[in-house]
């Protein structure tokens, strides 16, 4: 019986957790093992505190990012110094490479908001790896519309779903793994969970008002949730309304 091997595959900078993590992300989900490991070659993978500054609006695009762990908020600043905050990405999301792609600057500020845990990708490094296997460009060629699809259906829920619902979704993403009950922090504060969420902070706390009947509770940002399976029929269920 003959038993495959990987020791002619490239160097990788990344752990098997990683490299896991970066097949997740709908991006890199096509590309080879040797394409990934290609990848973790050049990938810097480096922790980083709440309050870090990742890139500047305007700087030059010369790279982009996987984000292993915590969260990080893009944001604009305004004329007045003001910030307008785009996004929030969260853990096995990439984010920048648009800006990088079009040989740019960055439209947006990077802040992480947790500590968290992020991966590199120059572009020098990534063509690197694109004139080493062009085999990378025609994977994540296919994995755009993967993602392309799973974007469609994150505005489809911000404009369909209502408030409760995508809250629970929410919390179930940053609730641990398991079953039964659960109690666990809120990675950051309302203001900018409802901002993520497409709603105003007021609609943000009417809705966990709401799933108090749904068997969840918060504190301040303490979360206890009564029954995991609960929340998640909720957050899954079509709108019936």
């Known amino acids: 019986m003959s038993v495959t091997t990987h020791s002619n595959l490239p160097h990788s900078n990344l752990s098997a957790e990683d490299a896991a993590a970066l097949r997740a992300i709908p991006l890199f989900a096509k590309l080879s093992d040797r394409a990934v490991a290609l990848l973790g070659g050049v990938a ?19 790279r982009f990012f996987v984000l292993l762990d915590g969260w990080v908020k893009l944001f604009r600043l305004t004329r007045d110094g003001a910030e307008a905050v785009v996004h929030v990405i969260g853990p096995a999301e990439s984010f920048a490479e648009a800006a990088m792609f079009a040989d740019g600057k960055f439209p947006v500020c990077a802040e992480a908001v947790t500590d968290a845990r992020v991966m590199t990708l120059t572009a020098e490094g990534f063509a690197r790896c694109l004139r080493e296997d062009d085999r990378i460009a025609f994977g ?3 994995s755009l519309s993967v993602r392309l699809r799973h974007l469609v259906t994150q505005i489809e829920q911000l404009q369909v779903q209502p408030a409760p619902q ?3 979704a929410f919390l179930l993403r940053v609730c641990p793994p398991g079953e039964g009950g659960a109690s666990f ?3 950051f504060d309302k ?20 799933l108090r009947a749904a068997g969840v509770d918060t504190q301040g940002l303490t979360v206890t949730v009564a029954d995991r399976a609960a929340l998640r029929e909720l957050a899954e269920a079509a709108d019936d309304e």
Request: glycine share 6%.
């Open 140 to 142: 994540m060629l296919g």
């Open 44 to 62: 810097i993978v480096r922790p980083v505190t709440r309050g870090t500054t990742l890139f500047l609006q305007d700087e030059p695009a010369d």
């Open 185 to 187: 922090q809120l990675p």
């Open 166 to 168: 995508r809250v629970a």
């Open 191 to 210: 203001a900018l969970i409802a901002r993520r969420l497409g709603m105003q902070p007021e609609t943000l706390s009417r809705a966990l008002a709401k």
